[in-house]
């Protein structure tokens, strides 16, 4: 610090500990009246790029083919026992109507329920009939289970192959006022991004905005409070079956329940860990407390002022409690060692003295180390991803707080508690730093050497890094939402839904012609054609609608997707896609056509499936057609599943073959169709953060090398200073590369963090360094002082880190294990570099000038 502001500090919080103190607690106790409103929000939203089209795109398709949210239940008797035996249809039969009394669920499909077409065979004229179903008296149970096995309809959708497991589908209702507020919402803020806002406008965009945070979080509670009606039934079916539940708002439900579990449980975990690691390293009460008072009044602060202004944690930004308590910890550790190092040189001096001098010296570096810092998290704000840019955010103000929190606190606590012996042991050489400068001096060129082979190793590691990961790894293997997700994944047709909608080309928009019926059948009644011998349509097919009649005008044409032209075109993309091993359960048109197809015994005409389309029964309609057709637009949809428990699923991989047959193979103009679904919504997602990322990482470390220009005024040693950073960096993505460890929303802001916590101990060395080469210009001295000073400061704010962070390693959400993990390694690298391959740098290019 100048003179100058050095006066003023001391003026007003050196001189007045107790009022400062006392001023921070009330500011925290103020804002921690906010901590009941206190939000975890876990939506579709904050997985999803802002402004994606693709996003807009999916909503309006779930609007158009009324799709909205579900939940699936799996149903398998205990004890092997048969599945369509009297009891268990009895007990399936209640479920089913029990789930239909759930709030919002509009309607349950089950084995109970579903249209039979095979058991037995029905003829087409039937289609227009009722249904018979299970629960139909006199149905053959054995040709049920037969059809469900086999039939193109139900094959991989209500039953497993092994006959044991059922599947229930409950359908939740569209909401349509959170579709129209999203869009209304969505609008505005496109105008403001691409032409500006009026006055009104923006008021507006205000209004909306707030209008659809409270109705979401209005709909989560909602959500949350259906799962757990759903559970609280199935738990009254628990002695009959093994029973899972399925479903994006049951995900959504337990990551919100997991990461709320790990900020109370492990958030307490790791303050008893850091409170024993302090312990053991300070052996005194004081250096535990103040510590501790700094870390809990910064995320007081933080988590209550966020609070107030409704600004939520997402299943992204969760760890940046961890984070903020970490570096804060860090902060007061290097106040702490840089204290207790002045005490033990300068005994005589006193209380007032050595805070001051401590505040003085270390003022600087803090200030830099944070900057530097908040510049990592700062290339956050670029990814286009709502959680991830307020990840930046966040903890680019958490940070600044917690510097101003830490020279109020620290200081302030120090001239309350007063001077008293220090307990620390004055020699040092004992310690692991003082081994790491032997090490370095002795065995520079092997310090070098492993560097150069670390770098080499995690740069082939990064070559096999993955920008994916499957919802079902998200999660522990005993946990029930892994169990769950897969029995559906592998034994009902799979779990992440995915759509290809195509529109009909412009030449298909003309009105049947019977002189073109469509494939090879020129005629409509053939010898051997079961329509000559038998009718199936009954004795007048047709009707008052004769189709030789003059057409009306006011009627809308036969869908070109009801032709032989478009089914045809359909049955080589569902044909394609089922060849594909990714993909789990199809749905589409082509389904009802070869039904159609078997129960004529031949390929139907354009005029048959006119016909029998015609006289399907509504609720042969509903099941069948309805939502794979949508006339309006002369559109059709194909519906289908990824397996996650594929070993070999990467999304981008899929969506790129897809397109590139439907374009190449089918002829499809790239127009002409669009790949939507949760699955292209989070491909998305984890698409732009890798690419912005990489982009990003690159102006990071150019813009630390700037700030580390402008503090040392050495670009030698600004080069130096950025290289340990890289390496650690280098390992730990190398490492994931190495290990499997796909980069998803959560692992690929490691990266950043590396790079924040990281330079922190560079920044830190590099300035004791020049304050210790300038008592005698000579470097190998220089080193040793600087690794029992220092050094000791890195070492112990690296073990209270680790330490903290391998709690997290307990944790039931894999992302959250991830995290502590490689969190925890790359403090163990950065320390490892900086204690090192640092002062090696250092004394192979001697950037301060030529020593003594």
């Known amino acids: 610090m100048t003179g100058r502001v050095i006066r003023v500090y001391d003026r007003i919080v050196l001189q007045h500990p107790a009022m400062v103190m006392a001023a921070v607690v009330l500011v925290a106790i103020v804002l921690s009246f906010g901590l009941p409103n206190f939000k975890l929000d876990a939506s579709a939203d904050s997985l999803t790029l802002e402004n994606d089209d693709d996003l807009d795109y999916f909503r309006e398709v779930n609007e158009r083919y009324g799709s909205g949210d579900f939940l699936v239940v799996t149903f398998s008797p205990l004890d092997d026992a048969d599945l369509f035996a009297d009891e268990t249809i009895a007990t399936i039969n209640e479920l089913t109507e029990d789930l239909k009394q759930i709030d919002d669920v509009v309607n349950v499909l089950s084995i109970v329920n579903v249209p039979l077409l095979y058991s037995p065979r029905i003829t087409v004229s039937q289609l227009k009939d009722e249904p018979r179903t299970l629960l139909t008296p006199g149905v053959d149970r054995a040709m049920v289970k037969q059809e469900f096995l086999n039939s193109p309809v139900f094959r991989n959708l209500i039953l497993s192959q092994d006959g044991q497991t059922t599947a229930l589908l409950a359908s939740i209702a569209v909401d349509q006022k959170y579709i129209d507020l999203v869009r209304g919402r969505d609008a505005l803020r496109y105008k403001r991004k691409m032409e500006g806002l009026s006055t009104d406008e923006s008021l507006e965009l205000d209004r909306i905005s707030k209008e659809f945070l409270d109705y979401r979080t209005a709909r989560a509670a909602v959500e949350k409070n259906r799962v757990a009606a759903v559970r609280e039934l199935m738990d009254g079916y628990r002695d009959r079956a093994q029973i899972f539940l399925g479903g994006p708002s049951m995900i959504t439900s337990d990551m919100v329940g997991f990461v709320k579990n790990d900020l109370e449980v492990f958030g307490i975990g790791i303050t008893l860990f850091i409170m024993v690691t302090l312990g053991a390293i300070f052996r005194q009460l004081r250096w535990v407390i103040l510590p501790l008072l700094t870390c809990g009044l910064s995320v007081v602060v933080m988590l209550g002022w966020l609070s107030w202004i409704d600004w939520r944690l997402t299943v992204i930004s969760s760890n940046f409690v961890a984070l903020l308590l970490v570096l804060t910890m860090a902060l007061t550790i290097h106040l702490i060692v840089r204290y207790r190092e002045l005490h033990r040189e300068r005994p005589d001096a006193t209380q007032h003295e050595l805070v001051r001098e401590t505040v003085n010296v270390m003022a600087r570096p803090c200030i830099y180390t944070v900057l530097t810092t908040v510049v990592a998290f700062a290339s956050l704000v670029v990814s286009g991803i709502r959680p991830v840019i307020d990840f930046g955010w966040m903890m680019t103000i958490g940070l600044l707080v917690s510097l101003v929190i830490g020279f109020l606190v620290i200081p302030a606590g120090m001239m309350l508690i007063g001077k008293v012996k220090n307990k620390g042991k004055s020699n040092h050489s004992t310690q692991l730093p003082a081994h790491f400068s032997d090490f370095t001096e002795q065995h520079g060129r092997w310090v070098l050497t492993l560097s150069v082979a670390l770098a080499l190793v995690a740069g082939y590691g990064i070559s096999k890094l993955e920008v994916d990961n499957r919802f079902i790894d998200y999660f522990k293997t005993d946990t029930e939402i892994y169990q769950g997700l897969s029995i559906i994944d592998q034994k009902l047709g799979g779990t992440t839904p995915l759509d290809i909608v195509i529109q009909a080309p412009e030449s298909a928009n003309i009105p049947l012609v019977l002189g073109n019926t469509g494939g090879d059948d020129d005629t409509m009644l053939i010898e051997g054609d079961p329509f000559a011998e038998e009718d ?317």
Do not use: C
């Not at 006011?554 to 089922?578: C, H, M, V």
């Not at 996650?644 to 047959?661: A, H, M, T």
């Not at 680790?802 to 969190?823: H, K, Q, R």
């Open 536 to 852: 199936p349509f009954g004795d007048d097919p047709f009707g008052e609608d004769d189709p030789f009649a003059d057409p009306d005008p006011n009627k809308e044409p036969n869908s070109y997707w009801f032709t032989r032209a478009g089914l045809d075109e359909l049955e080589k993309i569902q044909a394609y896609l089922d060849a594909l091993p990714e993909i789990g359960r199809i749905d589409s048109l082509v389904t009802p056509f070869h039904i159609a197809n078997d129960l004529t015994g031949h390929r139907m005409n354009d005029l048959e499936l006119a016909v029998m389309r015609k006289n399907l029964s509504p609720e042969i309609n509903q099941f069948l057609i309805a939502p794979y057709l949508f006339e309006e637009k002369n559109e059709t949809r194909m519906t289908m599943r990824t397996a996650e428990s594929i070993g070999s699923l990467n999304r981008q991989d899929l969506l790129d073959d897809i397109n590139g047959f439907l374009i190449d193979e089918v002829g499809l103009a790239p127009d002409q169709f669009r790949v939507s679904g949760l699955l292209v919504l989070y491909n998305n997602m984890l698409q732009s953060l890798f690419h912005s990322q990489i982009v990003t990482l690159g102006v990071v470390f150019l813009g630390i090398m700037l700030m580390f220009m402008v503090l040392f005024r050495s670009v030698i040693l600004a080069f130096i200073a950025i290289l340990p950073n890289l390496l650690a960096a280098s390992v730990v993505l190398g490492v994931m590369g190495l290990a499997g460890i796909p980069l998803d929303m959560m692992t690929i802001t490691i990266a950043s963090i590396t790079v924040g916590i990281g330079v922190d101990d560079t920044l830190h060395y590099i300035y004791r360094f020049r304050e210790e080469f300038a008592k005698d210009r000579d470097y190998i001295a220089t080193m040793h002082r600087s690794h029992v000073s220092i050094g000791i400061a890195m070492y112990y704010t690296s073990i209270v880190i680790i330490v903290g962070f391998s709690v997290l390693a307990l944790s039931n959400f894999m992302p959250s294990v991830y995290f502590g993990f490689l969190t925890g390694l790359a403090m163990l690298v950065a320390l490892l570099a900086s204690q090192t391959l640092l002062p090696k740098l250092i004394l192979l290019f001697k950037p301060l000038g030529n020593g003594a």
